[in-house]
């Protein structure tokens, strides 16, 4: 009769339970996030999880269709906007500057700023433009008053520098994207990602 040795401790793969579930849902939506903004939403999923160092399987856990991580990814795009808008004394150009970094960096965020959703369905239309009125309400909320432009006029001037900011990298979509600010006679800050304050 043999018996089987038990495996020592430090053979054994860590289970980290719950932090390893929230762990791989934030490296999946940054994967996506960095996946889209270079291939688009059509973007093979399993090039995500590669990028984050998962599964395919583990994806489908958070994430159980493209619209899903795209939408987590657009999600996580407002907040970071709302975020630079609700920091004490934000200026108005330092957030244009946040709003313009997710223009040269994603396709899909210009698509959401525009309200068109990322196919044809209803609810996914609604979504975007909810979304899009919350970019709309943290502009809004750091527009000094008397400024030469509405907050709607303002969602109207995003939506023609996303129509600029093309070209093949992102340095030379952020160099059309603050020329047309420029056009538009509006002061933009550094473009950066919230992220990185």
């Not at 984050?52 to 795209?70: K, M, N, S, T, W």
């Not at 630079?84 to 244009?96: F, K």
């Not at 309200?115 to 750091?142: F, Y």
Request: glycine share 8%; hydrophobic share 45%; aromatic share 4%.
């Amino acid at each position: 009769m043999t018996t089987q040795q038990p495996v020592p401790e430090e053979r054994r793969p860590a289970n980290r339970g719950p932090k390893a579930a929230a762990h791989n849902r934030a490296a999946l939506i940054t994967a996506a996030r960095e996946i889209f903004a270079v291939q688009g939403l059509d973007a093979p999923l399993s090039a995500i999880a590669r990028r984050a160092g998962v599964g395919q399987g583990v994806l489908y856990r958070h994430f159980p269709d493209r619209e899903a991580i795209a939408a987590a990814v657009l999600e996580r795009n407002v907040r970071e906007i709302e975020g630079a808008a609700a920091v004490t004394g934000a200026t108005l150009a330092a957030v244009l500057g946040v709003v313009t970094w997710h223009q040269t960096q994603s396709a899909a965020f210009i698509g959401l700023l525009h309200a068109a959703g990322m196919n044809d369905r209803a609810d996914t239309r609604a979504w975007s433009r909810k979304l899009s009125e919350r970019v709309g309400n943290a502009l809004r909320n750091c527009l000094p008053a008397g400024h030469r432009l509405s907050a709607d006029d303002l969602m109207l001037a995003i939506a023609m520098v996303s129509g600029a900011a093309t070209g093949p990298t992102p340095q030379e979509r952020e160099r059309r994207a603050v020329a047309a600010w420029r056009l538009l006679g509006i002061t933009v800050g550094p473009v950066r990602s919230f992220e990185d304050e």
